[in-house]
């Protein structure tokens, strides 16, 4: 089964920051990676799939990148209204599986 | 617009049995697998099964394997979720989510449903 870890777990940073978040697939995952985004007391919704293609809608903001095992999932200039746990997915192979999720504040 | 509803939820001791339900509108149904995902309150998200379009591929995660059984009626645009020998640590929010293709795998999850919660206590 494939593990997903993402990292790191929760940050804070400050409006206009560019943030970071990281996943990491156990084994070769080509580009079927999906992120997706939790706001408080919201369901998810999906931000970016193979690996970085953005869903229709979503900020240019918000930006992936990686393949294979390494992905990125990057916000250029951080808003309010991005407070939310981002979530990382693998699409490959069953099991289906998660990351832990990155909490993501305003400092 | 798409839309899924999921029913079926409800506090239940551990052992018994729940059938969750997920009602389909705004798409073609038989065009998508769908996917149970629960989410313990506060906590991640967790993959529990997905149903290709045609019922032909059927995927579960370890911890329900043997005790949750997955089915859809494409006539009803309906999915269910049968759930056996229920345990505390099931206790969760269980999300209705459309594929985004026929397949179980290589299709990303696109929209949830509002999600059902189910409390397996005594």
Redesign the interface.
């Known amino acids: 089964?494939i593990q997903m870890t993402q990292s790191p777990s929760s940050l804070s940073a400050s409006t206009g920051d560019r943030v970071t978040i990281t996943c990491r697939a156990s084994q070769g995952i080509s580009n079927?990676l999906?992120w997706?985004q939790?706001k408080p007391g919201k369901?998810?919704?999906?931000l970016i799939?193979?690996a970085s293609t953005l869903?229709s809608g979503v900020p240019s903001r918000f930006s992936g990148s990686g393949s294979g095992t390494d992905f990125t999932l990057t916000i250029s200039s951080l808003q309010p209204e991005d407070v939310a746990t981002y979530?990382c997915?693998q699409?490959?192979?069953?099991?289906?599986?998660?990351?832990?999720?990155t909490k993501v504040e305003i400092k | 617009e798409v839309q899924l509803v999921e029913s079926g939820g409800g506090l239940v001791q551990p052992g018994r049995s729940l059938r969750l339900s997920c009602a389909a509108s705004g798409f073609t149904f038989d065009d998508y697998a769908i996917?149970w995902v629960r989410q313990t309150p506060g906590k991640?998200?967790?993959?529990v099964s997905?149903i290709s379009w045609n019922s032909g591929r059927i995927?579960?995660?370890?911890s329900v394997k043997g005790r949750f059984s997955i089915s859809r009626d494409n006539a009803k645009n309906s999915l269910y979720l049968q759930m056996n020998n229920l345990r505390p640590e099931d206790t969760a929010f269980y999300?209705c989510v459309r594929a985004?293709g026929m397949a179980?795998?290589?299709?990303?999850?696109?929209?949830?449903?509002?999600?059902t919660l189910v409390t397996v206590s005594s």
């Open positions: 089964d079927y999906a997706y939790q369901v998810p919704k999906v799939y193979a869903q979530y997915q699409y490959n192979s069953a099991p289906l599986a998660f990351g832990g999720g | 996917h991640g998200l967790e993959w997905g995927d579960y995660a370890d999300y985004s179980t795998t290589f299709t990303w999850f696109d929209p949830w449903g509002q999600g």
